[in-house]
Each structure stands twice: as structure tokens, then as C-alpha cells.
């Protein structure tokens, strides 16, 4: 066998090592689960993460603490300036087509900052809160969704059994704030 069929042979091998091998990292790739789609899931009572697609852009209403969670709070234009009208501090309701929505997050003790501050950590949940008093007049004209956010898994799921949960949770704590039209957070001053 001479030189060149030896190095032919060698090459004729890896040739055939590397295109088998750029098959199993395709077939490995293609096996590999594909990024959820968030904005295809659904409340159990119909409200859709779809209907709030543009919340990342929305402005920030306020921030809130719990004990284990940091929460900002932000809405669409449309409740923006029905904010900024003073709604709902002057008796009106906000108008329909208002949406806002409740990122939380667990905490963490910032390690890099020359003074002690809390900042978010991982994603807990996304919660929307959307004004249509003809579709939600049995909540106050106000739907309500939460979608909670695995970290492990990048994955959210709807929080609630049944179409039920968002009047028997949500609704029912928000009747706490009836006079402000089922809307805790304020608009602070800026």
C-alpha cells in the first residue's frame, strides 16, 4: 500500500468520523425541546399572555416588597394616562382597554454594590390585570391572569385550576379596593 492510499485511507476515515459525528449534533439539536411559547398560553378562564404581548415596554406604576419577592408593576399607555388624569383618586374608573401587569421576582442581597440593596433574583410570576367591562362584568370589569415562571426550565404555566380562580382569588382580594376601582397599586408621585 503505498504512502498516499495510507493518507487517503486516514482521511476517507475522518472525513467519515466528522460527518458522523455533524449528524448526531444535528440529530442531538433537533431532539433538543424548543423555547415555549409564552405568548400561546391561556388563564383557565380565557384570558391570554398573547393580549399583553408589548408589557415589556409598558411604563413602571410602582415597585413592591414581600418577604420573599420583589414586584414591579407597570401598565399600558391607556391606564398610564388614566393615571395621570387622576384616576382612579378622582372617583372615575379606568377606562376600558386599561391593562397592567405584575413581574415578581425571589431577592438577592447585591454583592456589588458599596451599600446594602436588595435586587431581584430569579422570575417568580407574571400577572396581567385587563379592563373590559363587557367580557369581565361579573369581576368588576377587570380579568385577571398569572402565569408562574420556572427558572429551571425557562417555562411558565397558568396559575389556577379552574376558570373559578380569578374570581374566587383575584376578584375576591380585590374587592379590598372596590372604591379604586379593584386596583391596589397607586401612582406615585414623580
Not at 439539536?29 to 408589557?55: H, I, K
Not at 389556577?160 to 380569578?166: E, I, L, V
Request: charged share 20%.
Amino acid at each position: 500500500m503505498s504512502r498516499f492510499s495510507r493518507i487517503s485511507g486516514l482521511l476517507r476515515g475522518h472525513l467519515a468520523a466528522v460527518v458522523g459525528g455533524a449528524a448526531a449534533l444535528v440529530f442531538v439539536g433537533a431532539a433538543a425541546p424548543a423555547e415555549q411559547d409564552r405568548f400561546a398560553l391561556s388563564a383557565p378562564n380565557g384570558v391570554s399572555f398573547g393580549e399583553f404581548r408589548s408589557y415589556q415596554d409598558w411604563a413602571p406604576v410602582a415597585v413592591s416588597q414581600v418577604p420573599d419577592g420583589i414586584k414591579v408593576i407597570a401598565a399600558n399607555p391607556v391606564m398610564i394616562a388614566a393615571y395621570r388624569a387622576g384616576i382612579p383618586g378622582n372617583g372615575k374608573p379606568f377606562p376600558d382597554g386599561s391593562a397592567i401587569v405584575k413581574i415578581e421576582w425571589s431577592q438577592k442581597k447585591d454583592s456589588e454594590s458599596p451599600y446594602p440593596v436588595t435586587v431581584p433574583d430569579a422570575l417568580k410570576s407574571v400577572s396581567f390585570i385587563e379592563k373590559d367591562s363587557k367580557r369581565f362584568a361579573h369581576t368588576g370589569g377587570w380579568g385577571y391572569a398569572q402565569f408562574q415562571h420556572d427558572p429551571a426550565t425557562g417555562a411558565f404555566k397558568p396559575f389556577g385550576k379552574d376558570a373559578s380562580f380569578a374570581q374566587t382569588v383575584c376578584f375576591k382580594c380585590h374587592t379590598a379596593v372596590t372604591a379604586k376601582d379593584y386596583i391596589f397599586t397607586a401612582y406615585p408621585k414623580r
